[in-house]
């Protein structure tokens, strides 16, 4: 199956500080990748659609310049927190797509302190 | 807005028996459908998905498609403790929005 690999799978920081997490499909070119966030016991949050070479397609309720995307490659988007605060500790996953469908990365779950 | 709808749970079944999980949604123009398994604390993974309407098996899973109600479903036959998740529908490649997923336990 296609491999798409996140990091960090974990991170701690303090607030006000930025947080970077990375996503990439190891073994295929993903035009479109996806950002979800997840709180305990609720369903994956669609955050924003990342498309190569242009801007992402944020939803409805998410900031755009809190949670910057960059989807520099094929194979890379990345996902920064800015200025983190505790209410956005949460676990962000990315996912992939390919014809026979979004493959996920590990998640991270991120810890503001 | 497009919806996807999944009853919430949970649901409980005995082991070796049939679980039924069942998904609708509000986009008539929806091409793909996908069922994914989520584990506590990791990320979901891809079970299944199907495109035509009808059946699709693979193993003990069994996909329904009925595009004119709208409505997909994931039946796991012969269901086993390892089989215990929350069940993930989601639909459209291009957008992939999820159900809140439904929380399977099988009770050994």
């Known amino acids: 199956g296609a491999v798409v690999s996140q990091h960090p799978s974990r991170v701690i920081c303090k607030s006000g500080t930025s947080v970077k997490i990375e996503c990439r499909s190891l073994?295929?070119?993903?035009?479109?990748m996806f950002w979800y966030r997840q709180f305990p016991k609720q369903s994956l949050m669609l955050m924003a659609t990342?498309?190569?070479?242009?801007?992402?397609?944020?939803e409805q309720g998410v900031e755009k310049d809190k949670f910057l995307i960059n989807h520099a490659s094929l194979t890379l988007s990345t996902l920064t927190v800015t200025s983190a605060h505790p209410e956005d500790s949460s676990f962000y996953i990315c996912?992939?797509?390919?014809?026979?469908?979004?493959?996920f990365g590990q998640g991270t779950r991120l810890t503001v302190v | 807005q497009k919806e996807v709808e999944q009853n919430s749970g949970p649901l409980s079944v005995p082991e070796g028996a049939i679980a039924s999980l069942n998904c609708t949604y509000s986009d008539r123009g929806s091409q793909s459908f996908f069922w994914y398994r989520q584990y506590s604390g990791k990320s979901p993974e891809l079970i299944m998905s199907i495109y035509s309407n009808g059946d699709k098996e693979d193993g003990r899973f069994t996909a329904q498609l009925n595009k004119a109600s709208q409505y997909v479903s994931l039946l796991i036959r012969d269901s086993q403790p390892s089989d215990s998740a929350t069940y993930l529908c989601?639909?459209?490649?291009?957008?992939?929005?999820f159900g809140a997923g439904t929380r399977l336990t099988v009770k050994p």
């Open positions: 073994d295929f070119q993903a035009t479109t």
């Open positions: 990342s498309n190569e070479g242009s801007k992402a397609t944020y």
């Open positions: 996912s992939a797509s390919r014809d026979r469908g979004a493959f």
């Open positions: 989601a639909v459209n490649i291009d957008d992939m929005r």
